[in-house]
């Protein structure tokens, strides 16, 4: 089993910028993969961007120019900074891990209201 933890959700005005992170009990390396989705009230749940084992990343096109996924591999920490935020934005945003994002974290809050 794979515990994921996040922490950095919260408020933020329109324009401004948060950091999530999710803390794997594994390593990338051996997860293979991770990312974060999203799901906001009323809609389907979306990929938001994707991280491997070699560093590639993928990101959906509403958050390209504006959000970076990175990780540090020596603390099985995958990252997600978020600048320029909407209210669009607005979510519960969850950090996904392994093959098929098998492993779930339990999400972390996100809002973007003035």
């Known amino acids: 089993q794979v515990q994921l933890v996040e922490s950095g959700g919260g408020l933020v005005q329109p324009g401004g910028s948060l950091r999530l992170s999710c803390a794997a009990s594994?390593?990338?390396?051996?997860?293979?993969?991770m990312g974060w989705y999203r799901q906001a009230l009323g809609k389907e749940r979306e990929l938001v961007a994707g991280?491997?084992?070699?560093?590639?990343?993928a990101y959906a096109e509403s958050v390209k120019g504006r959000f970076a996924i990175s990780s540090d591999n020596a603390k099985n920490t995958v990252y997600l900074q978020m600048n320029n935020l909407k209210p669009e934005d607005t979510a519960v945003y969850y950090c996904?891990?392994?093959?098929?994002?098998?492993?779930w974290g339990q999400g972390t809050q996100v809002t973007v209201s003035s």
């Open positions: 991280i491997d084992s070699g560093g590639a990343t």
């Open positions: 996904t891990a392994g093959r098929g994002s098998r492993y």
């Open positions: 594994k390593s990338i390396f051996t997860l293979n993969a």
